[in-house]
């Protein structure tokens, strides 16, 4: 862990993760990871599919009852199922693949929602924030639609604004622009890296090598439930130092024919 | 058809509608309530109640309305437990419609995906909460077709009711039928009736529906 | 209680008498589930037809007979047509009308759903294989819509089989004429004959609607994709 230092300047540590081990039935999918990700931090998590960071990022939000280890956030300890849990979660924003606005509710709605009831702030504060996150998303107008009014790069990018509203410690991006038609990957992108630049933690499950590149200040490689590679994202992509990062990334180049 | 008899008798089926009607009301709305609470307890499979209310749905669904209340209306009062005509027209109409509507709502909860309640929890909400805000609201939507069949049909049953002497609409025409013989008017203002309460109800629910359709629902 | 009703059951020839009841009641379903099968097919393939007095013709028959009560339709055939044509129609003749009726009606729009539940592009796709319109229908299409169609046919014959309780109320001789029969009869010597009388009853329709939808969810579940 002492290389890391190096990197970058560190803020303290946000959460600790501890010889975490994940079971689904009798395959073990997270095999002793343990992690630190600190304050300010944009870790990006790569790996080909069922390497289990989905399911890493989905333990950190405690949507997923592990069988070992601990995961620490601020100090709390989140891998029981305590009454707290809840509590906990506010702290952490989460945005998933299938953008899983509520289809009932408007934009607006859909963003004050947890702030109103889980965090029981005034509606005229929240509202009035609300309006300015989605003015820096550039979705403003859009604020008494409903979800399938919209497209799927604008629900993505309401549903970063739904976590942000609870002013989260620690935002998790779960291949949030895997579902995207293309031309809508930028301008999610783009608020991601925006969020990065104002100093939010990220832990970031993305194909986008790209973008990894540009936006990680750590890169963690998983392969087979453990972690295979963890360096800096320049280190990573010209020079990985195991054999199966290097077949990973080759997955993404094409020979000239 | 002779229109005078039909004037002198228009209010017997006028009251008998309205006896329908009220006992219909009263039952289906308690069938919506009890359907709920068996459907919100299947959901969340508490222990022993979930058994018996998967029991309950059997039996009431694989029954007819018309058993159901003779042994109500006949059997019981053998036990010494002596319901009147309505308790027992009421009682029968829940027991049947309770499963009816717990069927249409569970349909409607299974519609709501996992990752709803996900996105729900990683705000911070509680799950009574994530209940409360986002599964019930879009269920109940998702239920509506269900539910107003289910209305329409268990008004539909409420014919039976004559079988344990309630002066309902069927009672009446049979008696008209029966005393006068006066088949056609008595059978015009019976299926009269009956139209006039359904078909209503029915074009209301196919509006509400085509609404819902058109809002459409689902990411 | 001093009397144990249920020993009216077991009396005489009490409890095969109910059977016999039981079995008129599976036997006129059964009968009308078989017609309106064939006539709901005839019935939901003109459905689909595009002649629009056809389909103002079918549409106003199935909205009917849907949103009369059976027992509505029961009166107006026991009571309307006897009056009408001067006929005299027993219960059961008139019963097993009333639900041929109702149930090509329900069938009728079964097999609609069915049919046009099939997506266009899967009669395209066959046609992009070189079938015949006859393959097409026989290896393609008909197979996806029995799939459809089938679990909620066999739903209908348990909803026709409940519905067959209302017989008693025109006078047809059935499981339930039989338990008041017995329940009159013993009235002085067992007074709690009733509960017995009416639950068994309860519990064999329960003993033949039961295994029928579970087979019909099984099959659709089995289905659904």
């Known amino acids: 862990m002492e290389e890391l230092s190096e990197m970058k300047t560190p803020g303290e540590t946000l959460v600790e993760i ?23 931090e944009v870790v990006v998590l790569l790996g080909p599919s069922g390497c289990g960071k989905s399911t890493l990022l989905r333990c950190i939000n405690g949507l997923e009852k592990i069988q070992g280890g601990e995961i620490i956030l601020e100090g709390e300890k989140l891998n029981e199922q305590t009454k707290r849990m809840h509590l906990i979660r506010q702290k952490i924003g989460m945005v998933f693949q299938s953008y899983d606005l509520f289809p009932h509710m408007t934009v607006l709605e859909n963003i004050i929602l947890g702030p109103r009831k889980a965090e029981k702030r005034a509606k ?29 790069g604008q629900k993505q990018r309401v549903a970063i604004v739904r976590a942000l509203c ?79 990062a290097k077949q990973f990334l080759n997955l993404f180049e094409f020979d000239a024919i | 058809m002779d229109f005078n008899f039909i004037r002198e008798y228009v209010p017997y089926f006028i009251a008998a509608a309205v006896l329908t009607i009220r ?60 319901l009147s005509s309505e308790t027992c027209a009421i009682t029968g109409l829940v027991f049947l419609g309770g499963s009816y509507m717990a069927e249409a709502f ?49 008004i539909k049953e409420t014919s039976v009711f004559s079988a344990v002497a309630l002066i309902d609409l069927m009672n009446v025409a049979k008696d008209l039928i029966g005393l006068y013989y006066k088949t056609d008017e008595t059978l015009f203002m019976l299926v009269s009736s009956y139209l006039i309460i359904l078909l209503p109800l029915s074009i209301a629910f196919t509006l509400i529906e085509r609404r819902l359709r058109h809002a459409g629902y689902g990411n | 209680m001093q009397d144990m009703g249920i020993e009216v059951l077991f009396q005489g020839r009490n409890f095969v008498r109910l059977l016999e009841g039981l079995w008129v009641t599976v036997r006129i379903s059964v009968f ?38 059976q027992l509505v339709l029961l009166f107006l055939v026991y009571f309307g047509l006897t009056k009408m044509f001067r006929i005299n129609l027993s219960g059961e003749i008139s019963a097993i009308i009333v639900f041929v009726i109702w149930g090509t009606a329900e069938m009728g729009d079964l097999v609609r759903g069915a049919l046009t539940s099939i ?25 996806q819509t029995i ?50 009388v009416y639950g068994v009853i309860f519990f064999l329709y329960f003993i033949v609607c039961y295994p029928i939808s579970i087979l019909s969810k099984r099959l659709e579940v089995k289905w659904r994709n």
């Not at chain 1, 010889?19 to 300010?40: A, E, M, P, R, Y």
């Not at chain 1, 005229?124 to 009014?149: F, I, S």
């Not at chain 2, 919100?40 to 749905?57: C, M, N, S, V």
Request: aromatic letters at 6%; proline letters at 5%.
């Open chain 2, 106 to 154: 569970r349909s409607g909860l299974e519609a709501i995906g996992n990752s709803q309640i996900e996105a729900g929890l990683s705000l911070g909400l509680t799950k009574s909460q994530v209940i409360r805000f986002i599964v019930l609201p879009q269920a109940i939507s998702i239920s509506i077709p269900a539910f107003s069949a289910n209305v329409i049909f268990l």
């Open chain 1, 18 to 40: 501890k010889n975490l081990n994940k079971k689904f039935d009798d395959t073990s999918v997270l095999k002793d990871i343990s992690l630190d990700i600190h304050q300010g």
């Open chain 3, 147 to 196: 799939r459809r169609l089938l679990p909620q046919a066999i739903n209908l014959v348990t909803r026709m089989i409940k519905t067959t309780s209302l017989i008693v109320l025109i006078g047809v001789v059935e499981v339930v004429k039989v338990g008041q029969q017995i329940i009159e009869a013993s009235r002085l010597t067992s007074p709690s004959a009733a509960v017995w």
């Open chain 1, 166 to 244: 609870m002013h989260p410690k620690i935002m998790l991006f779960d291949e949030v622009t895997a579902a995207l038609d293309p031309e809508m990957v930028r301008e999610v992108l783009d608020v991601m890296l925006k969020l990065a630049k104002d100093g939010m933690t990220m832990v970031i499950v993305t194909h986008e090598m790209q973008f990894a590149k540009a936006v990680a200040d750590r890169i963690i490689f998983l392969d087979n439930g453990i972690i295979v590679e963890e360096s800096d994202p320049q280190t990573f992509f010209t020079n990985p130092s195991t054999d199966r």
């Open chain 2, 23 to 82: 006992i219909a009301s009263i039952g289906i709305s308690i069938s919506i309530l009890f359907g709920l609470l068996c459907s919100i307890i299947r959901y969340f499979r508490i222990p022993i109640l979930h058994r018996l209310i998967d029991i309950y749905i059997e039996l009431s669904r694989n029954t007819p309305l018309l058993i159901q209340l003779f042994f109500l209306y006949f059997g019981l009062p053998k036990l010494g437990i002596v």
């Open chain 3, 32 to 69: 009308s589930v078989i017609v309106s099968i064939l006539l709901g097919i005839i019935l939901g393939m003109i459905m689909t037809m595009k002649n629009p007095l056809l389909r103002i013709i079918t549409r106003c028959y199935l909205e009917f007979v849907r949103i009369m009560p």
């Open chain 3, 119 to 143: 997506p266009v592009h899967q009669y395209e796709s066959g046609k992009a294989l070189g079938l015949t319109t006859v393959q097409n229908y026989c290896y393609v299409i008909i197979p």
């Open chain 1, 124 to 152: 005229k504060e929240v509202v009035k924030e609300a309006e300015e996150l989605l003015q820096r998303v550039g979705l403003l107008d859009k604020k008494n639609a409903y979800p399938r009014q919209l497209s799927g």
